[in-house]
């Protein structure tokens, strides 16, 4: 069973460049969601999808575009990258029980 | 401002001391979770509580809901170097669907 993927693991932009983190659940959840993390913080909310169709914004959502391509994939996109947005990114996927992704992490220099 | 504030943010104990971690918000959430983060992993599910004065025991961790369902205390008894890790509390808004919100966490380390 591999959870919820994501790809790549480590990512290094330049700022300006634009790039799109792919996230697969094989848990057939209907919730899915992108949060970033930063040194020593907690997780926050960028967007999330509560069904295939349909996402929302969530606490820190510009800069970032997601897709629900179907009920299995969420990607986020960052069309032209900021240093402000150098951390760790993870994909979950939740059904009450939240499953999270190893992380990406992206350093836009 | 972070819907979830935790307190405190960082702490750092002797094995066998007892320790207490709180979660707090002016919102009321229909659902309150924790989570530990170990480095270089997503969190990890421990418990979830959802109804207003709920206490959960999961070994030495005890886990409360307040009774209006704003607040949430992770009380961990004899903590042990293994407790170490990054503690969050996440939670659904109570009239947002699926938005789940997390606070900033608390960093516990516990030294042997």
């Known amino acids: 069973n591999a959870g919820v993927t994501q790809t790549p693991k480590f990512q290094v932009l330049k700022t300006g460049q634009s790039m799109t983190l792919q996230c697969a659940q094989d848990?057939?959840?209907?919730?899915m969601y992108w949060y970033r993390q930063d040194p020593g913080m907690g997780l926050r909310l960028i967007y999330y999808?509560?069904?295939?169709?349909?996402?929302d914004k969530g606490e820190v959502p510009n800069g970032y575009n997601v897709s629900r391509l179907n009920k299995r994939e969420f990607s986020l996109r960052l069309e032209s990258a900021a240093p402000s947005q150098t951390s760790v990114y993870f994909c979950?996927?939740?059904?009450?029980?939240?499953?999270f992704g190893q992380g990406t992490r992206l350093t836009v220099v | 401002t972070q819907l979830l504030e935790q307190s405190p943010q960082f702490l750092s104990i002797q094995e066998g001391e007892n320790l207490t971690v709180y979660c707090n918000s002016s919102?009321?959430?229909?659902?309150l979770q924790w989570y530990r983060q170990e480095p270089g992993e997503g969190p990890v599910l421990l418990v979830t509580?959802?109804?207003?004065?709920e206490v959960k025991k999961l070994k030495r961790l005890t886990f409360q809901f307040g009774d209006a369902r704003k607040d949430s205390s992770l009380h961990i008894t004899a903590a042990q170097p293994g407790d170490t890790g990054l503690y969050l509390c996440?939670?659904?808004?109570?009239?947002?669907?699926?938005?789940?919100?997390f606070g900033g966490g608390t960093r516990l380390m516990v030294k042997p």
């Open positions: 996440a939670g659904v808004l109570r009239n947002a669907g699926n938005m789940l919100t």
């Open positions: 979950a996927s939740r059904d009450g029980e939240a499953f």
């Open positions: 919102s009321v959430f229909s659902s």
């Open positions: 848990m057939n959840h209907n919730s």
């Open positions: 509580v959802v109804t207003g004065g």
């Open positions: 999808s509560a069904s295939e169709g349909t996402t």
